[in-house]
């Protein structure tokens, strides 16, 4: 099997390279940042293809990160992967929803706060990125996956190699070059867990989202999603608002002693570039664009990828 160079340490590069070895391949990952440090670290993770296109391919990939998600939660519970009830708010009747077909059972709830006209109730992976990265690294470390432990700032691919698998996420937009890669910034709040079981969510607008996460041991509030913003501090006001939106969804959040405040960068693009590319003697696998929904993509993209490295 080939030698493949995986650039990139976050939950698309990780699982990647993973799936890559379990393939047979000897594989090597460098990463300008290691996985704790990535925006998969920063996501709250819950499953849903968040601001991804095209609806088609997502669709299938979604499902299919679906089932991998749920098998995980069932035998994997190390991994940080849970199985959890919620609902996604509407404030208009549900209808016809493009993703609705990748959730195995969904029902409509009329029991939502006011404001609301009904919810999509389903189960739905949540995985605890903090949990999650760790156990993703050590799996790949396992099936001989080398990581190159000093942070690498790749210039150029043509540097890496006759067969390399472009998982740079936000970094695409400079390093392929792509400028079809924006920043989508998402900020959220940390906070100690406040006995909440059910995840929330309600996207407000384009660029103001309301979700409550419950993890394994504290819970994720957000949050937004900016086009086009690069900063990476978090802001107060910002925060505040995030807190107050989400405490009139879920008043146990009043008060709720807060852990962190971050902010990640979601790499958005107008589809998920998923393709091979050659040049000259190289071969460049790119699997990046993955907009708001990384995570969730990151099974089903992961196995493509090894198709494409293994094909013709």
């Not at 994720?220 to 086009?227: D, H, S």
């Not at 990151?298 to 198709?307: G, H, I, L, N, Q």
Request: proline fraction near 8%; charged fraction near 20%.
């Amino acid at each position: 099997m080939a030698a493949v160079t995986v650039v990139g340490a976050g939950v698309s590069g990780l699982t990647t390279a993973l799936r890559l070895a379990e393939a047979g391949h000897d594989v090597e990952v460098v990463a300008r940042e290691r996985p704790l440090a990535t925006t998969s670290a920063v996501a709250a993770a819950l499953w849903f293809p968040y601001r991804v296109l095209p609806y088609e391919r997502v669709l299938a990939w979604s499902a299919a990160g679906y089932r991998a998600f749920a098998q995980l939660a069932d035998e994997r519970p190390e991994s940080g992967v849970v199985l959890r009830w919620g609902t996604e708010l509407l404030r208009r009747e549900p209808g016809d929803e493009w993703w609705t077909p990748a959730v195995p059972a969904l029902e409509v709830t009329r029991d939502v706060p006011a404001g609301y006209a009904a919810g999509w109730r389903f189960r739905a992976p949540v995985i605890d990125t903090g949990h999650y990265l760790p156990w993703l690294a050590a799996e790949a470390g396992a099936a001989g996956v080398t990581m190159v432990e000093e942070p690498v700032e790749v210039a150029d691919l043509r540097s890496l190699g006759p067969l390399v698998v472009d998982c740079a996420g936000i970094g695409a937009r400079d390093l392929v070059p792509d400028p079809a890669v924006v920043p989508v910034r998402g900020q959220v709040v940390v906070t100690d867990p406040v006995g909440v079981e059910e995840w929330v969510s309600d996207d407000l607008d384009d660029r103001t989202l309301t979700y409550v996460i419950p993890r394994l041991d504290d819970v994720v509030v957000g949050g937004t999603a900016e086009e086009g913003a690069w900063g990476t501090e978090p802001d107060p006001a910002v925060a505040e608002a995030i807190l107050a939106r989400a405490a009139a969804l879920v008043p146990a959040l009043a008060g709720a002693r807060v852990r962190a405040h971050k902010v990640g960068l979601r790499p958005g693009r107008p589809s998920v570039r998923l393709e091979v590319e050659r040049r000259g003697a190289q071969t460049i696998v790119h699997n990046y664009g993955h907009g708001g929904a990384g995570v969730t993509l990151s099974w089903p993209c992961a196995d493509e990828v090894v198709a494409l490295v293994s094909g013709p």
